[in-house]
């Protein structure tokens, strides 16, 4: 069971970042930033990667908060780090930090064999506002491609939305196609009570795409809304056609392309392109459950949904 760990609500937007450390409020925010990513960032802040301490390497498993330190090196961190960026107050770091500082970060957060994922780190992470190193670095004019090139995305969760977007930013012609009725995936069917992450809110920001979190575990309306606005501030629902299902596609080998069904309400209509992308997530479906009832007797298959598939309110006569 997960606690909200809710710090006060920040008094400004996190993107909008003042030109110099705001010292006076830091006493108050600082007693509830989580001492990981506050060693982080005061590392980078301040440029003292001696911060990073062995003795402070934290446990990152899942489930494990605040880095697993007991509340004596909790407050320990908080109170190095608070001395430190007031000693910074002037002078702190604004840019992104060198691929020597992040490879440090991952070898200490993560330990040295994950020092391999540094280049993916690097092509992710935003620091600031209009900082998106992911964009692509070339666009298909660029690179002389056929204007008529389209690429179908199917499904409008998570991964099929960024695809969407990124393809776009890259100004290739994109559709996706979307069964539901809004965008989101597995957190705008999941409905059950209580849903919500295991995992920090900010893991499932898009690191562009600024956002605040209500908790530290976020509640699917959060999540749900989070991915609504992300397709909305980009124009995505332009290209997202809702309600459509991709019953299946075949390989046009003559015209060299590739041929999707599409069931929508207006009915089943074949739809060409050159590319498709599978974001269809992996647990969206019934899975009927096999395993044997809990006196050990042969219990006949569940109707109830494995996994993060959605959630039907017994009153509505599944569950
Ligand atoms: C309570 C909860 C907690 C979770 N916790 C975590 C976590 O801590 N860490 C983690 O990594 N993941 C977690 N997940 C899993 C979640 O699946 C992922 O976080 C993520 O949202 C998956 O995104 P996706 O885009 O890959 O897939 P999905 O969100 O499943 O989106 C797939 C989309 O494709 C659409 N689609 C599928 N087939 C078709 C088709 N044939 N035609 C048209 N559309 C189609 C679906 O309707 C759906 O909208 C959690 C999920 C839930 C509900």
């Known amino acids: 069971m997960q606690t909200d760990v809710t710090p006060p609500r920040p008094s400004r937007d996190a993107d909008d970042r003042p030109d110099r450390l705001p010292l006076d409020e830091l006493p ?3 007693p509830h930033a989580d001492p990981v990513a506050l060693l982080l960032t005061t590392a980078h802040l301040t440029g003292d990667l001696a911060l990073l301490r062995d003795e402070w390497r934290p ?3 899942i489930g494990v908060t605040e880095g697993g330190y007991p509340e004596p ?3 320990e961190i908080r109170r190095t780090c608070l001395d430190a960026l007031g000693k910074a107050g002037e002078t702190w770091d604004r840019d992104r930090p060198t691929y020597d500082t992040l490879q440090r970060v991952v070898e200490w957060a993560m330990r040295p064999e994950f020092a391999a994922y540094t280049p993916l780190l690097g092509d992710t992470l935003s620091f600031g506002p209009g900082d998106d190193p992911g964009r692509p670095s070339w666009t298909l004019s660029g690179v002389g491609g056929d204007p008529d090139f389209r690429v179908a995305v199917v499904g409008a969760g998570e991964s099929g939305l960024l695809m969407a977007h990124r393809l776009r930013q890259a100004g290739v012609p994109v559709v996706v196609f979307e069964r539901n009725a809004d965008v989101g ?8 009570p209580g849903c919500r992450v295991d995992i ?14 209500e908790s530290h575990f976020s509640t ?6 989070y991915l609504r606005g992300f397709a909305r501030d980009n124009g995505l629902y332009d290209c997202i056609e809702l309600g459509s299902e991709v019953l299946g596609s ?5 015209r060299r392309r590739w041929v999707l069904t599409v069931r929508s309400a207006a009915g089943i209509r074949e739809v060409p392109a050159n590319v498709q992308v599978s974001a269809v997530g992996q647990f969206g479906r019934r899975t009927p459950r096999t395993s044997p009832g809990p006196s050990g007797s ?3 298959p569940s109707t109830r949904r494995a996994g993060t598939a959605p959630w039907t309110s017994p009153a509505c006569g599944s569950g």
Do not use: K
């Not at 920090?200 to 979190?213: K, L």
């Not at 075949?250 to 003559?254: F, I, Q």
């Open 220 to 225: 699917r309306p959060a999540i749900a809304e």
């Open 59 to 61: 446990d990152l498993r």
């Open 200 to 213: 920090p809110s900010q893991v499932y920001r898009y690191s562009s795409h600024p956002g605040t979190w």
């Open 298 to 300: 042969a219990a006949p």
């Open 250 to 254: 075949r390989w046009d080998g003559e």
């Open 28 to 30: 108050r925010w600082v």
């Open 185 to 192: 995936g597995t957190w705008h069917e999941n409905t059950y």
């Open 73 to 75: 090196v909790r407050e």
